[in-house]
């Protein structure tokens, strides 16, 4: 029993740490209708420069957040401006391709900067840890879990009560309604794919002595965030909450109760049994798009 509670917990923090990745991937999907295959690229990009930072300042990685988020701003409007906002009304297929080619390139870029070598990127907590339920956690994941709630937090309240948040719903829902209310439905694209991409350097600074760095990660990140984003549903920031910990919490247990690595498994497995019963998610059982 101890061994299920301490499971749990461990999962949740994780899970709610994927909820904060996907929720990038989730609004950017719900303004341009684009998903974002280049969203673990550009996270490991993150990852990678918050090391360049440590390694070159000598600074503790709790500081990075304040010059990544801002530096992932820019690039998410330099991405939308410069990529996705001339093939927004062409093909959908022309946007995955373009966004799987900058996915391949961020990653071989990566591999000829850093090489194969792993990589950690330590800070002031990851060498303390705390006791929950008998079980010893790192300092470093409890304050990832806070600082990922309390973006959650502030994230549904933007959308909830921000003039950004009303014209970020009033474009996913119509787009054209929106447009003659005199909504500019290209800004909102671009501040929103923009804001997507700052989580990412938001939360990357903490990750550093949590995750191994590898060239190759990306792809792994951007699949399981794609995972969350359809279990979640595609149109709610709280189904993308509760499916992150949802996948947070079966991956866990599967990797403790399964031999093996069976357990790393069970995401997918769950991704299915959405697919086949219900294509909704779970915000088609909470019936209230946030």
Known sequence: MTLVLSGLVQ??????????????MTLIYRTSRIVNFAHGSLLALAMYATYDLHQRFGLDALWFPLVVAPSMFLLGLALYWGCIRPIRSAHHLAAIQLLLGLSIAIDALLLMRYGADLHTVDNAFSARFVTVLGTGYSLANLVAFGVAVTALTALAFALRFTAWGRRLRAVAQDE??????GVSVLNVEAITWALGIALLGAIAPLLGGIITLTPDMGLRYTVLALVILIVGGTDSLVGTIVAGILIGVVQTL????????????????????VLVFRPGGVSALLRRPA
Do not use: R
């Open 11 to 24: 999962g949740i923090v994780l899970g709610t740490v994927l909820a904060l990745l996907t929720s990038g």
């Open 176 to 181: 054209l309604a929106a447009k003659l209310c």
């Open 254 to 273: 599967g990797l403790l109760l399964l031999p093996g690595s069976y357990g790393s498994l069970l995401p997918y497995v769950l991704l299915v049994v």
